[in-house]
């Protein structure tokens, strides 16, 4: 097997201090206090460099996804503008029109949206159950298998007499496997297809690859592309793209603690901790180079973010800056 990089994927954002400064900049543009002075010196400090635009361009594009969210009423138009583009359009600069509408009320923001993304966006939003950011959903299948899935995720279910084929449209989900059930179960994503064999798996999908977890039983993993396989044992994972897939490594207990409400930090740094904390709440939540490697261990309740920071705050050489209700950074205590 060919080695390759197989870590999640991210779109590459301005440093911290430039992001913060942006973020401090539009705190103060929106509050009573400014002043047409106040003004020119943003324009100033925008005009410096191409940096200060693409960190003030991040944060403007936080707080429109944050604000229209908080809106029932464009939340239900948005839903019903994908899912007209879903049933009308058929040309992709139809599906692209109807990107827009929905970018006009605010829920995708700005941002530039290829057709893969497109299609996923479309699908979560049909998708037979889902979750929104925050929430944890268990539920039981007709087959008897067991299913949590976690924040913001979608899946499909399609069970039939010769197949039952559940599809991670986004997000992740965690699978108890019914016992006894004579049609295979497979798990479809972006990147190949699980087949599970009496088994308790999760399964995470990134915009780049899919990290697969085996807690009992085993699962066979299968690219998209060119049918690699590889079969993963208990207490194991892999993270396979739709060509390779990784070495398999250790499987921690942190992968299937979230079904229970629980974040778990085995001795992590305090970046992986914050990174997988922001999954739970809107808006942006970050920490300051100067204390991203502190170690973490304990056990954070993943139903009340804030409450976890306060836990942070208490136990490490950390503040907590509230720049703005959605634009939260974890920094060095002075």
């Known amino acids: 097997m060919r080695s390759a990089d197989l870590s999640p994927q991210s779109s590459e954002a301005p440093d911290f201090d430039c992001l913060e400064e942006a973020a401090q900049w539009f705190a103060l543009l929106r509050s009573d206090e400014v002043t047409e002075q106040d003004r020119s010196r943003w324009q100033e400090w ?134 006894g059930a004579g049609a295979p179960f497979v798990v479809d994503t972006e990147h190949g297809r ?8 999760s399964v995470r999908q990134f915009e780049d690859a899919t990290l697969v977890a085996v807690y009992s039983g085993v699962v066979e993993v299968r690219t998209a592309n060119g049918g690699r396989t590889q079969v993963i044992e208990a207490d194991h994972q892999a993270r396979f793209t739709r060509d390779v897939i990784g070495p398999v490594e250790q499987a921690g207990r942190a992968g299937q603690a979230w079904a229970r409400g629980v974040l778990l930090a085995e001795n992590i740094p305090l970046r992986e901790l914050v990174a997988e904390l922001a999954r739970y709440r809107r808006g942006h939540l970050s920490c300051a180079p100067e204390v991203a490697e502190i170690r973490v ?24 800056q509230r720049t703005l209700p959605w634009w939260i950074t974890i920094q060095a205590r002075s």
Not at 55 to 75: C, Y
Not at 164 to 172: A, C, D, T, V
Not at 301 to 320: G, Y
């Open 46 to 179: 925008l005009d410096q460099h191409a940096s200060h635009r693409a960190a003030w361009q991040h944060v403007e594009s936080v707080g429109r996804r944050f604000q229209a969210l908080q809106s029932d009423k464009q939340r239900r138009a948005a839903g019903k503008a994908l899912q007209s583009a879903s049933g009308l359009q058929r040309s992709r600069r139809r599906a692209l029109g109807a990107i827009a509408v929905v970018s006009a009320a605010g829920v995708l923001g700005s941002a530039v949206v290829n057709e893969a993304r497109l299609r996923r966006t479309l699908a979560a939003w049909r998708a037979d159950y889902s979750t929104a950011t925050g929430e944890v959903r268990e539920f039981t299948l007709a087959d008897g298998t067991h299913v949590w899935l976690n924040t913001a995720s979608a899946l499909d279910v399609d069970y039939r007499p010769s197949l039952r084929r559940l599809r991670l449209i986004e997000g992740e989900v965690l699978i108890e496997t019914a016992h």
């Open 297 to 320: 261990m304990g056990a954070y309740p993943l139903n009340d973010p804030d409450r976890v920071l306060a836990m942070l705050e208490s136990a490490l050489p950390v503040r907590v």
């Open 194 to 201: 699980l087949h599970a064999l009496g088994t308790r798996f």
